[in-house]
DNA sequence: GCCGTTTTCGGCCCGACTGTTTTCAGTCG
């Protein structure tokens, strides 16, 4: 069973405990192991067997017995009488916004509904009306919730979110009456999906900010609006909150507002333990007594604690990193000095050589490597052996001309099912950096898919494995790997692991980063981009790094051209 | 169910908004 399956199983069996009316504070510590079962990238079964579950934050005796139950027999016991007793429809019931575990239980036992269509029927034939506490209002947001339902598939990429906030937050700014503003939550996290944004102002004239805010043109609906917070949804389908809040409780409530959540409850345990209450507002010291709230800075000074960077607030070891003065000092964007991983028009790229040279000069950087696909991706255009040295050779020309900037000869070399590339040797010698990658067959066992990318990892003239886990968000799971024994070849082989920045892939993503450096395997940050724009995605990868705890010297394309060339012939 | 430089028992973050209410329950983040 993956850990993926078995975190799933946890978040079921608190929706279903929830619905029953268990006990909140034990649902909520299944809902604490799942998320921390999510984010484990050992395989749980092994930590299952070698009896060290109980040694993992979150999860006790009995969670620990579930788990070995689910290991064991692939079931769990409780899980497995709940939903004998609870009709499973409920649980996509629970999935409307604005329906709850009590909603729920009423419509269930007073009027027998039991799945989302029955409840959508009920409502438009105003059955809920009789209930207690069901009113016109209540049916709307029913209606609209399950509208919102249907339409959306999973949360938005942050490659979509973080444009549209952006663009909101540059219109705001230019409001005279905006004084400080920034985007807050999940985004500001750089998650890599969103569930909705939030955006933080301080102004005073808060009136006249929400007036600017709900007429924005990305501003499909207004859900609701009161005097410090409004919330629309906008053209694409996400929810949008902003709050106006006082200058003094600025830093206060961007902390409180951009999360997560896990950080922030430990953030209060831990003042609750000093005497001290942290809200939105600000921290205060018995009754009244306000000691911090103005910038983020204080309310982490608060508690003894340096600024921990946004990146890193999801409870996973931030917190005792800060007390103990271990933090890391996080890789910068400005500290890349090239892309490893782009597509020019040989292969199935929008643009020309010279076209990216001049927009990766415009970033800054030093070099690019045009990593195009090799000969058997058809559909992408592969270039055959012939068409790659024609390639090398215009890419050695244009070299000649340029100043301060070098293109890297590469490719992006297809892994065959067996493991053997799709270029001999002497074709991978001519090149400055291989990137190997899988694109068909993904189908495969994991000992397979295992061995497959091991063997290439063990050519001595691949440099990097690019999107190791070939998932897309949203879209496609990773194919089965055992990344452990991966990221020991890497580390053997000093091959470097990828971080692809193309926002539906952004893999590795960030908790295997944590992992492969933990192993002390390096790591590129590129953008696999297929026209000039998309350099731009290079921002999600390093956000994926930083959310992965990686510092200036895990990642490659932080060396200057001719470290990094150094770098690769040493290998 | 988990956890412990106040605790192995008794807590478990905190507040806003909404809708249906004459004082608050439910939901959300």
Redesign the pocket.
């Known amino acids: 069973m993956t850990n993926q399956e078995i975190a799933k199983t946890f978040w079921r069996l608190a929706d279903l405990m929830e619905i029953k009316g268990d ?1 909140p ?2 649902i ?3 809902r604490k ?1 799942a998320r921390v079962l999510e984010n484990i990238t050992e395989d749980i079964e092994s930590i299952c067997q070698e009896g060290r579950l109980q040694k993992v ?8 017995e579930r788990i070995s139950q689910l290991v064991n027999t692939g079931q769990c016991q409780d899980y497995e009488e709940l939903k004998k007793t609870i009709p499973s429809g409920l649980l996509e019931v629970l999935s ?9 239980q009423l419509v269930w036992k007073k009027l027998n509904i039991t799945t989302l269509n029955q409840l959508e029927e009920a409502v438009k034939k105003h059955k809920l009306r009789d209930l ?8 709307k ?1 029913i209606l609209r919730g399950i509208e919102f339902l249907s339409r959306r598939k999973g949360r938005l990429l942050l490659g979509d979110a973080y444009p549209l906030a952006e663009q909101v937050v540059n219109a705001l700014k230019g409001h005279p009456q905006v004084q400080k503003i920034s985007p807050a ?1 999940s985004l500001r996290r750089y998650k890599e999906t969103i ?2 944004i ?1 955006i933080l102002v301080t102004s005073s004239h808060p009136q006249e900010v929400m007036d600017t805010f709900v007429a924005l043109p990305q501003v499909k609906e207004v859900l ?6 409004s919330s629309v949804l906008t053209n694409l389908n996400i ?1 949008m909150d902003l709050r106006v809040v006082e200058k003094e409780s600025f830093g206060a409530a961007l902390q409180y ?1 951009t ?1 997560s ?1 896990e950080h ?2 430990k953030l ?2 831990m ?3 000093k005497g001290l ?5 600000g921290v205060f010291k018995g009754e009244k007594k306000k000691v911090a709230g103005g910038e983020e800075e204080e309310v982490y000074a608060a508690l003894n604690l340096p600024w921990i960077p946004p990146e890193l607030r999801e409870n996973l070891g931030e917190i005792e990193a800060a007390k103990g003065g271990r933090l890391p000092q996080l890789v910068e964007l400005s500290e890349l000095k090239g892309d490893l991983h782009i597509h020019s028009n040989f292969s199935d790229g929008a643009c020309s050589l010279l076209e990216l040279v001049e927009k990766a000069k415009k970033k800054g950087y030093q070099y690019i490597a045009v990593t195009d696909h090799s000969q058997s991706l058809k559909i992408a255009n592969g270039l055959s052996e012939e068409r790659l040295l024609k390639q090398i050779e215009e890419i050695k020309k244009i070299n000649k001309r340029l100043f301060n900037f070098k293109i890297l000869s590469g490719a992006e070399v297809d892994i065959k099912a067996d493991g053997s590339l799709d270029y001999p040797d002497e074709v991978l010698r001519r090149l400055d950096l291989v990137a190997a990658a899988v694109h068909l067959g993904f189908k495969q066992t994991k000992e397979a898919m295992t061995e497959r990318i091991i063997k290439a990892m063990r050519n001595e003239n691949v440099d990097v494995i690019a999107h190791p886990t070939g998932r897309l968000i949203n879209q496609r799971d990773e194919y089965k790997l055992d990344l452990e024994r991966l990221f020991e070849v890497a580390k053997e082989t000093k091959t470097a692991l990828e971080i692809n920045a193309y926002p539906e892939r952004l893999d590795l993503r960030d908790i295997h980063c944590k992992r492969a450096k933990e192993y002390g395997v390096k790591l590129t940050i590129s953008t696999d981009a297929h026209q000039e724009s998309q350099l731009d995605f290079i921002k999600y990868g390093v956000a994926t790094a930083r959310r992965g705890w990686l510092e200036k010297e895990d990642i490659l394309n932080t060396k200057d051209v001719e470290e990094l060339l150094r770098w690769l012939k040493g290998r």
């Not at 506490?133 to 049916?139: A, D, H, L, N, S």
């Not at 609701?224 to 917070?229: D, L, S, V």
């Open positions: 006990n504070f034990k909520n510590s299944f192991a934050p979150g999860i006790g005796k009995g969670i620990a409307i916004p604005e329906v709850g575990p009590k909603t729920v207690f506490r069901m009113g016109e209002k209540t049916e947001n939550g569930g909705d939030d609701a609006r009161g005097p410090t917070k929810q507002f999360g959540k922030n409850i209060r345990e003042a609750r333990g209450k942290i809200s939105e507002y």
